[in-house]
């Protein structure tokens, strides 16, 4: 593993020590200043695993929505034992993912995960930038309600009351 990284998993470390009572969450963002697929990050998350294995986090926020991610499996088996903010949604594409599109991305995810502690997330903020949001206010809001919509068909067909 790269210096950098045991030095940032050791700096988000020092951070945190010592905070309690709030859940602490790490996104790892892949980028959110285009819409442009072709140009923003790719790759699965296996090199920052063993960084990511050493931060004393209680759950990570990852970005799962689109291919550029790589397998769920890759860090499924790293950290099934933190819990992950799954993000189901694109927060750059006018296209609004489907509850069925949406339950089917999470179902992968619990073949690593229990669902109490899997969380469901869009991949990024819909306005990294104050002047510039990647998307609509409408859009935004059906992408959101479907994720919650997912969660509903979710709670029921794993028993879960909330989350």
């Keep these: 593993m790269g210096e950098e990284l045991l030095y940032a998993a050791e ?41 990511l294995t050493r931060m004393n986090v209680d759950q990570f926020v990852l970005e799962y929505a689109t291919p550029r991610a790589g397998d769920i499996e890759v860090v499924g088996k790293a950290l099934s034992h933190k819990e992950l903010g799954l993000g189901v949604v694109n927060p750059r594409t006018t296209e609004v993912e489907s509850v069925e599109a949406i339950v089917a991305q999470t179902e992968k995810a619990l073949a690593f995960y229990p669902a109490e502690r899997l969380f469901l997330n869009t991949d990024c903020g819909f306005s990294c930038f104050a002047d510039r949001g990647v998307n609509v206010e409408e859009i935004a809001a059906a992408k959101i309600a479907n994720i919650a919509a997912a969660a509903t068909v979710l709670r029921k067909k794993y028993g879960q009351s909330s989350s």
């Design 11 to 51: 700096l988000i470390n020092r951070v945190i020590e010592g905070i309690t009572g709030p859940r602490i969450g790490l996104h790892i963002c892949r980028g959110n200043w285009s819409t442009r697929e072709e140009v923003l990050l790719s790759g699965d998350y296996a090199p920052l695993l063993p960084a």
